[in-house]
């Protein structure tokens, strides 16, 4: 059962370009969406987050929008460089048995070219 | 600071071997968690543990057994490790509270054969 869904699963752009990631949630009760970059052999590492009560939420060049009603959330990189060649996760927590958790979509391998 | 540290970081097992791999933080985090990466699924959380001492299911727990005895360490156990095993593991740890960053270590590529 998968609650965050992620898409596209990989993604090519060139450099300069504003790749586009974007995930939908189920559970209402999520209440903390965190955005995660992997790159190879690497674990992952924690980008930008947003809380549901903001409608967007900008990091230097990355950019989350979102839609509470909707359930949706998105990650835009401005002006993409080779160096953000990575895994991206989208995630959503909330607090499950004893302690919070997260969950996360299954990934878009994001690839920049020079 | 060497934050999240994971022992080992490559094996091979043969099909009903048991192992144990280890997961140590410095940062003095309540929480641990552990995940299994695999190719188009994310990650997906096996158990948890909220402190020294306690430790509870996540989302696939069946074949692993977990012990956070200090609470700087928390250790994940295959008893009978088994083909559909072969994963990438990742630990990670985090201070309490709503909005708070999970930090992972540099994962576990295990191959079961």
């Known amino acids: 059962q998968q609650q965050v869904k992620q898409s596209p699963q990989s993604l090519i752009v060139q450099k300069g370009g504003i790749p586009i990631i974007n995930c939908a949630y189920e559970?209402?009760?999520?209440?903390?969406f965190p955005w995660y970059q992997q790159f190879p052999g690497k674990g992952p590492a924690l980008l930008i987050a947003?809380?549901?009560?903001?409608s967007e939420k900008k990091e230097g060049r990355f950019t989350i929008s979102f839609n509470k009603s909707a359930k949706q959330f998105s990650l835009h990189i401005m002006d993409s460089q080779p160096g953000d060649s990575a895994t991206y996760f989208c995630?959503?927590?909330?607090?499950?048995?004893?302690?919070?958790?997260?969950?996360f979509g299954s990934g878009t391998q994001l690839t920049v070219l020079p | 600071n060497a934050g999240v540290t994971q022992t080992p970081k490559f094996r091979v097992l043969k099909t009903g071997q048991s192992m144990t791999l280890l997961c140590a933080q410095d940062?003095?985090?309540?929480?641990m968690y552990w995940y299994r990466q695999d190719p188009g699924m994310g990650l997906r959380l096996i158990h948890y543990?909220?402190?020294?001492?306690?430790?509870a299911k996540g989302e696939v727990p069946d074949g692993y057994n977990v012990s956070r005895l200090k609470k700087q360490n928390f250790l994940l156990g295959l008893e009978s490790a088994a083909p559909s095993q072969t994963s990438v593991y990742f630990c990670?740890?985090?201070?309490?509270?709503?909005?708070?960053?999970?930090?992972f270590g540099q994962g576990t590529r295990l191959t079961v054969v």
């Open positions: 559970n209402t009760a999520f209440d903390y």
């Open positions: 990670a740890s985090s201070v309490q509270g709503i909005y708070t960053e999970a930090f």
């Open positions: 940062m003095n985090h309540e929480y």
């Open positions: 543990s909220v402190g020294e001492g306690t430790t």
């Open positions: 947003i809380r549901p009560d903001v």
């Open positions: 995630a959503a927590s909330l607090v499950g048995g004893s302690a919070r958790q997260l969950t």
